[in-house]
């Protein structure tokens, strides 16, 4: 389906749940694990991805949260899998809990792994997100290869003078093996404002000036890639503030509280709560049509937008 500015929705990420057990300062603030709140049922994700892929979405990501807190993530996975113009399935992890599940996760039907993984350096690593293990994430990276996933992506959160003077050491991972390292943007999307910590995609270019620009996986790929001369995998930009690739966004985001959101830099929202509770799928249908009508042409991530949810709550 075609938004109002020609955009063709084909991409669907879907957050499976607000919980997640780290406490990337970037993103949670305070003290805690998250609460577990009311989310969608395992049918319910099905029956609207079902919807999606009747209006032409073939790729989803799961996401969230963290979506391996989901005991359900197998069978959503397998649902998903078995919808026909589903023709791939991604999502994106904390990295925490992947050692022994890569091979299920596989089997399954996930097509692609993104991984999270902000320092290399395992004090440091623990303390960005307030108490993971790098050892956890990078035997789930080594798993998922022996699994069979083809390649991978790592995202990285750039962030001034707490992980930047890293780079050198994720572009390494590139040089031998099907690795995409992404470097992201900080976006105005946390409990509290680390404006002051973005590093911008240039700024990574100018230090890094050997860098040769490649083509695109795909169309309407957030990232901007690159390659080191002579490496197997990939440096990739994701800097939505400083370089807008909204004229190409091909993405819907649904959460695990039933909201969908056209734009994940606009606190834009419609519910589709009560048409799953009617049973309606025409009434699931028509929500889904108005919010992708409603899609901005652009987001609002200016000095005036102040995010009503988190990306823990939106899904990254
Ligand atoms: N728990 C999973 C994970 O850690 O990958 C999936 C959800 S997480 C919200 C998805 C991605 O969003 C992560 O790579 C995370 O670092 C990134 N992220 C979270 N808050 C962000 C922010 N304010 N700006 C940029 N990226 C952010």
Do not use: W
């Amino acid at each position: 389906m075609n938004d109002r500015f020609g955009r063709n929705i084909t991409y669907l990420r879907l957050s499976l749940t607000e919980r997640c057990t780290l406490k990337c300062a970037y993103c949670r603030a305070g003290e805690g694990f998250c609460p577990k709140k009311s989310e969608l049922t395992r049918d319910e994700f099905l029956r609207i991805v079902r919807a999606f892929a009747s209006i032409g979405v073939k790729k989803v990501r799961l996401t969230g949260g963290e979506p391996m807190l989901r005991r359900d993530l197998i069978p959503i996975l397998s649902g998903i899998r078995a919808i026909d113009g589903i023709t791939e399935i991604t999502m994106t992890t904390n990295g925490q809990h992947l050692a022994g599940q890569c091979r299920a996760l596989r089997e399954a039907g996930l097509d692609r792994l993104n991984i999270s993984v902000d320092s290399l350096k395992p004090e440091r690593y623990a303390e960005i997100t307030g108490g993971g293990s790098l050892a956890l994430v990078l035997a789930g990276i080594e798993e998922a290869f022996a699994a069979g996933f083809p390649s991978l992506k790592l995202n990285v959160v750039l962030l001034r003078g707490q992980n930047d003077d890293e780079t050198d050491d994720f572009i390494a991972l590139t040089k031998d093996r099907p690795i995409s390292v992404r470097f992201i943007e900080y976006m105005p999307l946390g409990e509290t404002d680390q404006a002051n910590l973005r590093v911008t995609g240039a700024e990574l270019l100018k230090k890094h000036p050997q860098l040769v620009p490649v083509e695109p996986f795909y169309p309407g790929q957030p990232s901007r890639d690159y390659q080191m001369p002579g490496y197997v995998g990939r440096v990739g930009l994701i800097d939505p503030m400083s370089h807008r690739f909204c004229a190409d966004c091909n993405r819907v985001r649904v959460m695990s509280d039933g909201m969908i959101r056209p734009c994940l830099g606009s606190n834009t929202e419609f519910s589709l709560k009560e048409a799953l509770e009617q049973n309606d799928d025409d009434a699931l249908l028509a929500v889904i049509a108005q919010a992708i009508a409603h899609k901005p042409e652009t987001h609002c991530f200016d000095e005036a937008f102040t995010a009503e949810k988190t990306m823990r709550h939106i899904g990254g």
